[in-house]
Nanobody
Framework: QVQLVESGGGLVQAGGSLRLSCAAS????????MGWFRQAPGKEREFVAA????????YYADSVKGRFAISRDNAKNMVYLQLNSLKPEDTAVYYC???????????????????????WGQGTQVTVSS
């Protein structure tokens, strides 16, 4: 079992920044990678970014590339998502997710697939006003 707790969401004006945190606990040693997803009202949950624990390789959705940055702290079992140059269309609930088993190589291939992730946090709301 892996437990995930997100924090750092809030209300920010367009162009502003936020830093989301995800604290992982439990059997985190079985995880190959972590991802951030988001879900806006009336829309499907979508991939935002992912990072591998072992190599720190990062991956981004095209819509956030150059604005968001994902990072991890292996010693603290923490994953972060820095959100810069925020836009109203970034408004959503942001979820942290953990993939266990398999290999780092396979995780990299499947990183955008919701079904690749085994554990999810409760989500944190990000609201960007225009």
């Amino acid at each position: 079992q892996v437990q995930l707790v997100e924090s750092g969401g809030g209300l920010v004006q367009a162009g502003g920044s936020l830093r989301l945190s995800c604290a992982a606990s439990g059997r985190t040693f079985s995880s190959n990678g972590m991802g951030w997803f988001r879900q806006a009202p009336g829309k499907e949950r979508e991939f935002v970014a992912a990072v591998t624990w072992s190599t720190g390789s990062t991956y981004y959705a095209d819509s956030v590339k150059g604005r968001f940055a994902i990072s991890r702290d292996n010693a603290k079992n923490m994953v972060y998502l820095q959100l810069n140059s925020l836009k109203p269309e970034d408004t959503a609930v942001y979820y942290c997710a953990c993939a266990v088993g398999g290999s780092t190589w396979y995780f990299a291939l499947q990183r955008e697939n919701l079904n690749e992730y085994d554990y999810w946090g409760q989500g944190t709301q990000v609201t960007v006003s225009s």
